[in-house]
């Protein structure tokens, strides 16, 4: 009989890896080639040009116009977006069986929109917690109550 993998994702939006749980008291494992990073930036960082000038519809006043989206929101997503990507990938090779999810928010919903039905179906639990820099030793102490680690 297989057992049953089940794969813990700890993210934000610029950082994630995955750990693999193989059953009670064996603990977590980082499983290689599962770690992702963008380097963190400020969204004056990444659109360094001033804005753009616009005139008042009434007076004929100029002011500065604001962007849209903020950059660095934008690319966080994109950042969560291609880890989809990566975790679909995973999951259509039979890699792992469950999944717990544990982001932080902003990152947990941007997931939540990018994740496929499919790997949606995997998810066993989920925690709007950013736990990227809590050392793997310690993960024990969050994943309490969803996991025996």
Do not use: C
């Amino acid at each position: 009989m297989r057992k049953t993998v089940t794969w813990i994702l700890i993210a934000n939006g610029t950082q994630a890896r995955m750990l693999e749980h193989s059953g009670p008291g064996k603990g977590l494992a980082q499983v290689k080639g599962l770690e992702w990073s963008i380097p963190s930036l400020q969204s004056q960082d990444i659109d360094s040009d001033r804005p753009g000038r616009g005139f008042s519809p009434s007076g004929g006043r100029r002011s500065a116009m604001e962007p849209k989206t903020d950059p660095a929101e934008r690319r966080e997503a994109e950042f969560v977006r291609s880890l989809a990507s990566a975790i679909e990938a995973k999951a259509k090779a039979g890699a792992y069986d469950r999944l717990v999810i544990a982001a932080a928010p902003i990152a947990l919903g941007n997931l939540r929109k990018a994740l496929s039905e499919h790997v949606k179906k995997t998810i066993v639990a989920e925690l709007d917690k950013d736990l990227t820099n809590v050392p793997t030793p310690q993960l024990d102490k969050h994943l309490d109550g969803i996991i025996a680690v």
